[in-house]
């Protein structure tokens, strides 16, 4: 599985951005999508996240302004009222299912990673 992100960039204070994320490969079922962001000296940190049922998670820093959404093999972040705190390289991470395979009882999920986007706030 591959992910494409794309939409970040340099923005000022108060502006909107939505990032995309794409995957593709052989896909067979993608679980739980999720965006992470990694400023400098920071951790990497759960800005949003979305299940396969579409409940969410938000971290309160972006309760308000942030909207994570999903169609089958992509998630996206909408962004506003972007503050300068929200500067960072922001990863997608997907959840993929692979059903049992080989005589084995039971699938198994995989976990992967975006190359990442940046992400530059201006005040």
């Known amino acids: 599985v591959q992910l494409a992100e794309s939409g970040g960039g340099k923005v000022q204070a108060g502006e909107s951005l939505r990032l995309s994320c794409v995957a593709s490969?052989?896909?067979?079922?993608?679980?739980?999508m999720a965006w992470y962001r990694q400023a400098p000296g920071e951790q990497r940190e759960l800005v949003a996240k979305?299940?396969?049922?579409?409940t969410v998670d938000l971290a309160d820093s972006v309760k308000g302004r942030f909207t994570i959404s999903r169609a089958k093999t992509a998630v996206y972040l909408q962004m506003n009222s972007l503050k300068p705190e929200d500067t960072a390289v922001y990863y997608c991470?997907?959840?993929?299912?692979?059903?049992?395979?080989?005589?084995?009882?039971?699938?198994?999920?995989?976990?992967?990673w975006g190359q990442g986007t940046q992400v530059t706030v201006s005040s």
């Open positions: 490969g052989n896909i067979f079922r993608i679980d739980s």
């Open positions: 991470n997907v959840d993929h299912y692979l059903p049992p395979a080989n005589g084995l009882p039971q699938g198994r999920t995989d976990n992967y």
């Open positions: 979305i299940t396969g049922r579409e």
